[in-house]
C-alpha cells in the first residue's frame, strides 16, 4: 500500500456474526476459490502469507454513523462477502450467513498526525484481519481527515478481483446516497457451481492444452519468467512495487484510436506494446507470459468476486519492429484465447497433469467498463506487502485519467534496474504509438 494515506481520525471496521448464524450451504465452491482455500489450510495459520488487495476511496463528510450504515448495506447485499469455506478431508463445506445477522464492529484507533503512521496501522490491520481461512474475508478502516472521509477496504485475493474493487467505491457511494438497491442476478456462490458442471462438460480436444504446452516448452516445462535478471534465488523474498503513468486521457484516447485503426483494441496495443519493450529491453524475440483475463459471464458482471482465468501469451517482436505489425500480432493472439470456463489455475494444471506456477504475468482492466458507477480518478486500488519467489506482475489499467502501469517484482538492485529498464522501454513503445496515431474521422 504505498500510495499517500492522510491524516486524522483513524477507525477500524470489522463484520461480525453470531455462530449459531451460520448455515450449511450446498453450493459447491468455484475452482480456484478452492484452490486458495485448501492451499492456505496445507501450510497452516502460520504460514499463509498476508496477500490482499483493496482499494481507498473519499467519501466526503460523511458521518461517522452513516459509513458504517453503508458499509454494512453493502455487506448484507453481497452474499458472497457473508459465506466461508471450511477446508475438509478431499473438499471444502460451505457455510454461508443471513444477510440481517451482518453487523460491524466499531474500533475507535486514535488521531494520527501524520499518514505513515495511518498507512502501518491500516496495512497491520489487514494483514492480520483479511485472509483466506478466517471469516470475515473483507474489512475495512476509515480515516477522517481535514478533507472528509476516507474508506479503505481489504479482501483476500481469493474472493475479490479488480473488477470488483473498481465497484465498491461507486456502491458504497450510492449507498451513502440512499441510492442502493438488492444486488441483482446469481452471485458467486452460484457461479462456482454452474462453473464446475461448465467446466465437465468442455470437449476433450487437445487445443487448449497445446497452446499452455507451447508457452511452457519455451521455458523447459515451467512458466516463462521475466525476460532480465532479479538478482533472486527461488526460495521467496520480500517483493516492491513501481508505478507509472503511460498515458493520460487524451493520450489514452490517441492510443485507442491507433489501436482500432490497426485491428485491434486497447487492450492489444498494450500488450503489442509489452512485446516491443520485451525486444527492445532484453532482446528477446517474443513476449511470454501468462496472462490475466477478466472471465465474467454477462449474468454475473455485477456480482463481486474472483472471475480471472488464466491465458498463455506469446507475442514475436523484434527491436525496432512497427507498432502496427505488432499490434496486429497482439489482436490475433487475444483473439485465439477468448476467455473461458476451463482458464481457471485448478482447471489448467489438471489438463496438463502438473502444477503451473505463473512467473511473469501481465493484465489489463478497463474500469470504465465496470458495472455500476465506475471509479472516479482520486480512487486507488491497493495491494498488501508479500514475499514471491521470481514473480514479476504487471496490471495495465485504464481509467478516464488515462493508462496507468503497476508492478510488483523481487525487491533486489538487480530487479529494480531490470524492472526500471523493462517500464521505460514500455513508456517509449506508448508514446511511439501515439505519436504515430493518425486521428479517426468523427
Do not use: K
Not at 458504517?68 to 448484507?76: C, M, P, Q
Not at 458467486?188 to 468442455?202: K, Q, S, T
Not at 458482471?301 to 497482439?330: K, M, N
Not at 465496470?370 to 482520486?378: D, F, I, M, S
Amino acid at each position: 500500500m504505498d500510495d499517500a494515506v492522510p491524516a486524522g481520525r483513524l477507525v477500524f471496521w470489522t463484520p461480525t456474526a453470531p455462530a449459531a448464524a451460520w448455515a450449511d450451504d450446498p453450493r459447491g465452491p468455484a475452482l480456484v476459490h478452492e484452490h486458495h482455500v485448501r492451499g492456505a489450510a496445507a501450510r497452516g495459520l502460520r504460514h499463509v502469507d498476508p496477500a490482499w488487495i483493496g482499494v481507498s476511496f473519499g467519501v466526503g463528510r460523511a458521518a461517522r454513523h452513516r459509513i458504517g450504515s453503508a458499509l454494512t448495506d453493502w455487506l448484507r447485499r453481497h452474499e458472497h462477502l457473508r459465506s466461508r469455506l471450511e477446508p475438509a478431508r478431499g473438499r471444502c463445506l460451505r457455510r454461508t450467513l443471513p444477510a440481517s445477522a451482518v453487523t460491524l464492529h466499531q474500533e475507535d484507533i486514535g488521531d494520527f498526525a501524520d499518514g505513515a503512521s495511518v498507512r502501518r496501522q491500516i496495512e497491520a490491520f489487514f494483514d492480520r484481519s483479511a485472509g483466506p481461512l478466517d471469516w470475515p474475508h473483507v474489512v475495512f478502516a476509515t480515516v477522517e481527515g481535514a478533507g472528509g472521509a476516507t474508506v479503505f477496504a481489504g479482501a483476500d485475493h481469493g474472493i475479490a478481483d479488480g473488477c470488483t474493487l473498481a465497484m465498491i467505491p461507486g456502491q458504497i457511494r450510492d449507498a451513502l446516497a440512499g441510492r442502493a438497491a438488492h444486488a441483482p442476478g446469481p452471485t458467486y456462490l452460484d457461479f462456482g457451481a454452474e462453473e464446475r458442471n461448465l467446466v465437465g462438460r468442455l470437449p476433450p480436444g487437445p487445443e487448449h492444452a497445446d497452446q499452455w504446452r507451447a508457452l511452457l516448452g519455451t521455458a523447459h516445462g515451467r512458466a516463462p519468467a521475466f525476460p532480465l535478471p532479479l538478482g533472486v534465488p527461488e526460495a521467496p523474498v520480500a517483493q516492491c512495487s513501481a508505478y507509472r503513468w503511460l498515458l493520460d486521457g487524451p493520450a489514452a484516447a490517441r492510443f485507442a484510436d491507433a489501436s482500432r485503426a490497426g485491428g485491434g483494441t486497447t487492450a492489444a496495443g498494450l500488450l503489442a506494446c509489452l512485446a516491443l519493450a520485451v525486444a527492445d529491453a532484453a532482446g528477446e524475440p517474443h513476449l511470454s507470459a501468462v496472462g490475466l483475463a477478466d472471465t465474467r459471464p454477462d449474468r454475473w458482471r455485477g456480482a463481486p468476486g474472483w472471475f480471472v482465468g488464466l491465458h498463455p501469451v506469446q507475442i514475436p517482436a523484434h527491436p525496432g519492429a512497427a507498432f502496427a505489425d505488432t499490434l496486429a500480432l497482439a489482436a490475433a493472439e487475444l483473439r485465439r484465447r477468448p476467455p473461458g470456463p476451463g482458464s481457471s489455475l485448478p482447471h489448467i494444471s489438471r489438463m496438463l497433469r502438473r502444477e503451473v506456477h505463473p512467473r511473469f504475468v501481465v493484465s489489463y482492466l478497463d474500469v470504465r467498463r465496470v458495472v455500476g458507477t465506475p471509479p472516479r480518478p482520486e480512487d486507488r486500488m491497493l495491494r498488501s506487502r508479500i514475499h514471491g519467489a521470481a514473480e514479476v506482475y504487471v496490471w495495465l489499467t485504464r481509467s478516464e485519467r488515462g493508462v496507468h502501469l503497476s508492478m510488483r517484482f523481487p525487491d533486489t538492485g538487480v530487479a529494480r534496474a531490470g524492472v526500471e529498464r523493462f517500464v521505460r522501454a514500455v513508456a517509449r513503445a506508448v508514446a511511439g504509438a501515439v505519436a504515430d496515431a493518425v486521428p479517426l474521422l468523427a
